[in-house]
């Protein structure tokens, strides 16, 4: 993400003139204006970041949003962005990004309210849905406070210390660039991670290093269930495939090792690679009809919430970006890429009747497939 410069400073010189940065002057003001001007500055320079500024703490934290008290880590840069990480009493961790206290903007209400980036990783939108329900059920919604800040789910907070995704990044990283998008604009701002970890840490009451051992499992998890998707849009009938992975998944997909994926997905006609005589007995898929039936039911209701995106006008990108933010042993994020690409391969149509239709039959055959895989 390309950072924007930052607006020029304006500041008073001895004769009463407004004088950028590079000495030009503006013009002489009116003794009405310089009262206003120096108030101004006066009120500036009450709010001004101390040297100390960069610096990550932890602090005693209300959050906005159900006034719990929790403690956080917080840092304020040098343009009055801050920043504040915290564990919810639901155990998930959450972030609160606000604006500086001297800002006029607002935050745009919905759409795409900001956007961030952790050194080269890939740029993550944050989305906001104009709907009551959110673009995937049961996932929480990133939400608009006053206009000023962005409060938004950072991690599903299971396990010693995340293995990947935006907390990890932070933990290992060296900055953090944030667009926030206005009605009219947008601005931005970075931030320093130096010694982010050991304010983070604590406040969250999680190990800052990740273990190398989990760290492996995962990535082989992972990599296999990549892999089953590929598989999955290559095959000819793409539906029931995902309906395969699905079983494969099981109820808890943490509890799934990569060589447990591999060995079901050829077990039931899709192999990912070669490997030695693949029997049902190796397999992890599931039999009882209640797990079938809430992954099947979550599918369905995924596949439904991106088509109705879809046929809205969402970006692909978007949507992309929602499936990534699902908890890692939701079963649902790894096929949520698959059903994304299904429905932005269907035409977007003009006519309400024809969008509900389409809606309707992307989601009923999704579902079925998914229940006819055993």
Request: charged share 20%; hydrophobic share 40%.
């Amino acid at each position: 993400m390309r950072l924007a410069k930052p607006p020029q400073t304006l500041r008073l010189s001895a004769a009463g003139a407004m004088v950028d940065q590079r000495g030009n002057g503006r013009g002489m003001m009116s003794p009405w204006h310089f009262f206003v001007a120096a108030i101004t500055a006066v009120l500036v320079s009450g709010f001004a970041p101390t040297a100390k500024a960069e610096s990550w703490a932890q602090v005693e934290f209300r959050d906005p949003t159900n006034a719990e008290v929790v403690l956080a880590a917080t840092v304020t840069n040098d343009q009055g962005y801050s920043i504040a990480i915290f564990r919810n009493k639901d155990s998930k961790v959450r972030w609160v990004l606000s604006l500086p206290q001297i800002s006029l903007d607002r935050i745009k209400s919905v759409g795409r309210v900001a956007a961030y980036r952790i050194d080269d990783n890939a740029a993550v939108d944050v989305e906001v849905s104009a709907g009551k329900e959110g673009i995937v059920p049961g996932l929480e919604e990133p939400e608009i406070i006053n206009g000023r800040s962005i409060r938004e789910i950072l991690w599903h907070g299971e396990g010693p210390s995340p293995t990947r995704g935006v907390l990890r990044n932070m933990l290992d990283g060296n900055a953090l660039a944030i667009r926030f998008f206005f009605d009219g604009g947008s601005a931005d701002t970075t931030f320093d991670l130096t010694g982010a970890g050991n304010a983070i840490g604590p406040a969250l009451k999680i190990e800052t290093s990740a273990d190398p051992n989990l760290i492996a499992h995962d990535r082989d998890r992972d990599e296999a269930v990549m892999i089953s998707m590929k598989v999955c849009q290559s095959s000819s009938d793409l539906s029931t495939c995902l309906g395969v992975m699905t079983n494969c998944m099981g109820a808890n997909a943490n509890q799934l090792t990569g060589d447990q994926m591999r060995r079901c997905m050829a077990v039931h006609g899709y192999p990912l690679e070669p490997i030695a005589s693949p029997t049902k007995a190796d397999t992890p898929t599931p039999t009882k009809a209640d797990t079938l039936t809430v992954n099947c039911t979550a599918i369905g209701d995924l596949a439904r919430n991106v088509m109705e995106k879809r046929q809205s006008g969402t970006d692909m990108s978007v949507m992309m970006a929602v499936v990534e933010k699902l908890a890692d042993d939701n079963p649902v994020k790894a096929i949520g890429r698959s059903i994304v690409i299904m429905a932005y391969d269907m035409p977007l149509f003009n006519l309400d009747e024809n969008k509900q239709q389409t809606i309707s039959e992307f989601a009923n055959q999704i579902q079925v497939k998914c229940y006819q895989a055993k």
